[in-house]
Every structure is written in structure tokens, then in C-alpha cells.
């Protein structure tokens, strides 16, 4: 009996050992500098559309241009981003995650900075097309070294920590901009970058990549991923799931201003305000979802959900009759709840593919989403010339969560996923 109990409290012992180690490894040095690294990132990326009016009209982009001429360094952004992708990518898989974590937090760091001193549309958009090439190499490396570094039980925690933690900085973004004028915003956005660097000394590469790279196989050939047939769906499915997220963040929460006063509201909406209130969304979001994948075991199941809840809350947000600016930020808030797929997005985006190539999907994925706005802005302006703001944006934005849905019922389930293996 003495040593059944012995033994009993022997497995005891182990598995409580088990579990401090599991919680060890997710609050590691290497998650929380992702983290962090996303958390400065997603400050760049939505500062403009924080600062984008009172920007815009201190370098004399006024009136109906603000809608127009004012989406451009927006646009410019997210083509630097696409561009960037394809080269951060390449080089986490060539190089290593840690290179692209180092090189693009440099890089839109100092041209966060510049864009301080833009005096002119051109400045702008060029500066912003320089910072976007910059950060689109943060949240796919992030991802990509936390999912290999992570034992696989608890792989979606840490991705949804780096996610939670990230869309945050959505919210300082906001905070500061009420205290600083917009130049200053952009300069403390480079600065937080270069203090990031300091923290990121001593963190260490991820195991399946230094021994992906003593084995003679393909790393970052970013052809691979358009043959065979296969692989090239997979991973067009990949991009297509995340479509919607930046029309409800570049069309309805960056011009929630226009919006307001079109629909009717008593006030004309904030744009800093909708977008801090919509990232608040996307924060906790990102928290449920990968909960609730880790509960339920599926990655699939949870987008699904989401893209379901985005479709009901776009209709709510467009055609609701109450006109009170306080149902139109919680409106905003809920639109980002449904958007709260977007770290597990880019999660399935880095189990669907091997380790010789899932930086460059990871990286490229997401940014390739973003840069689908340039295409959704295009096809909205078009349609609102037509059928009014309304009309275009609710067509856009049911066109683009179809196209969602589709793409995630042909997509494989990776919840399970053994990710040590390379593609062929």
C-alpha cells in the first residue's frame, strides 16, 4: 500500500513539474519579445489611421480630399508591407527569425521618425511605403519562432499572447495621440522600436530552424509556394481567410468619421477613438479565439465564428437605427471582437507549411491580406460613386467574407500539427 502511494505521489510530483515547465516555456524571454515586438508594431501600423485627419490637414489635405487623396499613404503603407513580406520572409527562412525580427523593427523604426518630419503627400506616402516594408516582417517571424519554440500543446497560447499583446498597441497609439501632436506620435513610435532592440539581445533562434539549415534542403524559395497545385491552394486559402479583416479595419473603422456623419449620428466620430476602440476589440478577440481553439481543439471551428459574427456586426454597423456616437464606438468595439482571428489567421498560415518555408508563409501571408486593400479601396471608391457609402461598403465587405468562407471550408484543420518536417 506505502508503495502505491509512493508511486502515486511520485506521478503527482511529475506532472506538477510538467505543468510549471509548460507555463515556463510560455512565459519564456523569446514570446514576451515577440510580444512586445508586436505590440510596438501594430502602434506603427495604426498610427496613421489614428493621426490621418489632423496629419493630413497640416500639410493641406482638406475637404473631400480626406477621403481620397487621404487614403493614399494608407495604400502606399500596405504595398510597402506586401513588398516587404516577400523580402522578410525569404530571409527568415534563408537567415533565420531572429535576422527579420532585428532588420524590420530597425528599419520602420527610423522611418517612423522620418515620417515626423513629412511636410508634404509625397513625404508622406513615400515614408510610409519605406515604414511598411519595415513592419511587415514583425508578426510572421514573432509567430513563427513562438510556434516552433513552444511544445505543441501549447503553441496556441503563446501565439494568442503575442496577438493579446500586440493589438494593444493600437490602444497607445490612441492614448498618445491625445497628448502629443501627431509628429511627435511617429517619433515616439521609433523610438520604442530602437529601445525594443535592446531587449531582443540574448534571445535565442528556434531548434527546428538550426536544423532545418544543416540539412540540404530548399529554405525561403518563395516559387515553391505556386507548385504543385496543392500547395499553391493551400496557401492561396491561407491569404483568403484573413480578406475581411482589413476591409472592416481599413474601410469602416479608418473612415468611421465619413461613416458617422453619412449614417445620420448626432456627432461625427472620432477616427482615433474607433480605432482604439476596435483594437481594444480585436485584443480581446484575439484572446477568446485562441481559448476557444485550445478548448475546443480546432482551428477552423473558431474562424468560422468570427467571420460569421463580422458579417452580422458590418450589417449593424451600416444599417442600425440608433444614432448615438457611444452605439457607434461600441459598434466599432464588437466589429473587432469578430476581427479577433487575426494572430490564430496567421497561426494556421505557420502549421499549414514546413520549416523551409513557413517564415516566408507566415510573413507574406498576413501582409499579402493587407495589401488586398489597395484592391478593396479601389472596388469601394468605384461602388460609392455608384450606390453611396452605404451600398459599398455593405457589398464590399459581404464580398470579401464570402470569399473567406470559402477559402477556410477547403482549408486543412492544424491544431494537431507535428511541425518538425520540411516541404519537398
Known amino acids: ?81 506586401l513588398v516587404g513580406g516577400i523580402i522578410w520572409g525569404i530571409l527568415g527562412d534563408k537567415k533565420g527569425r531572429l535576422s527579420v525580427l ?77 497628448i502629443f501632436d501627431w509628429r511627435t506620435c511617429y517619433f515616439i513610435g521609433g523610438g520604442l522600436g530602437l529601445m525594443l532592440l535592446v531587449l531582443r539581445v540574448g534571445v535565442f533562434e528556434s531548434g527546428m530552424f ?46 468611421a468619421p465619413e461613416f458617422s456623419e453619412y449614417l445620420g449620428f448626432q456627432e461625427k466620430a472620432s ?22 481553439s485550445q478548448w475546443l481543439q480546432s482551428r477552423k471551428k473558431v474562424v468560422l465564428y468570427c467571420i460569421l459574427m463580422a458579417i452580422l456586426m458590418t450589417i449593424f454597423y451600416l444599417v442600425a437605427p440608433i444614432k448615438t456616437l457611444t452605439f457607434f464606438y461600441l459598434n466599432c468595439f464588437l466589429l473587432g471582437i469578430s476581427m479577433g482571428y487575426w494572430a490564430l489567421f496567421v497561426t494556421i498560415a505557420a502549421e499549414q507549411f514546413g520549416t523551409n518555408l513557413r517564415a516566408t508563409v507566415a510573413t507574406t501571408v498576413p501582409n499579402i491580406a493587407r495589401g488586398t486593400l489597395v484592391l478593396v479601396t479601389i472596388l469601394f471608391q468605384f461602388i460609392k460613386e455608384n450606390m453611396g457609402l452605404t451600398w459599398a461598403a455593405l457589398s464590399v465587405g459581404m464580398l470579401t467574407m464570402l ?22
Open 1 to 81: 500500500m506505502t508503495d502505491l502511494s509512493n508511486k502515486s505521489l511520485k506521478n503527482d510530483e511529475n506532472h506538477i513539474q510538467k505543468e510549471k515547465t509548460t507555463w515556463q516555456n510560455l512565459m519564456s524571454i523569446p514570446v514576451w519579445v515577440a510580444a512586445l515586438g508586436y505590440f510596438v508594431d501594430v502602434y506603427d501600423l495604426i498610427l496613421f489611421s489614428v493621426v490621418r485627419i489632423e496629419s493630413l490637414k497640416s500639410i493641406g489635405i482638406t475637404g473631400d480630399k480626406l477621403a481620397t487623396d487621404g487614403l493614399i499613404p494608407l495604400n502606399t503603407q500596405m504595398l510597402g508591407m
Open 102 to 178: 532585428f532588420g524590420s523593427i530597425l528599419l520602420y523604426s527610423l522611418a517612423n521618425i522620418a515620417n515626423g518630419f513629412a511636410t508634404n503627400l509625397t513625404q508622406y506616402s513615400i515614408l510610409r511605403f519605406i515604414a511598411g516594408v519595415g513592419l511587415a516582417g514583425e508578426l510572421g517571424a514573432g509567430i513563427t519562432l513562438v510556434a516552433e519554440i513552444l511544445p505543441k500543446k501549447i503553441r496556441g497560447y503563446g501565439t494568442t499572447l503575442v496577438g493579446t499583446v500586440g493589438m494593444l498597441g493600437a490602444v497607445l497609439a490612441y492614448l498618445i495621440s491625445t
Open 210 to 255: 538550426h536544423q532545418t539549415k544543416q540539412q540540404q534542403v530548399q529554405r525561403g524559395n518563395f516559387f515553391m509556394l505556386f507548385t504543385p497545385k496543392k500547395r499553391f491552394l493551400k496557401y492561396l486559402y491561407c491569404i483568403l481567410i484573413g480578406f475581411p479583416t482589413w476591409f472592416v479595419i481599413g474601410i469602416l473603422i479608418t473612415l
Open 271 to 292: 477616427a482615433g477613438k474607433a480605432v482604439m476602440y476596435a483594437y481594444l476589440g480585436i485584443s480581446i478577440g484575439d484572446l477568446l479565439t485562441g481559448i476557444l
Open 403 to 424: 470569399i473567406a468562407l470559402v477559402a477556410l471550408y477547403f482549408m486543412e484543420e492544424t491544431f494537431s500539427k507535428d511541425l518538425n518536417y520540411n516541404e519537398q
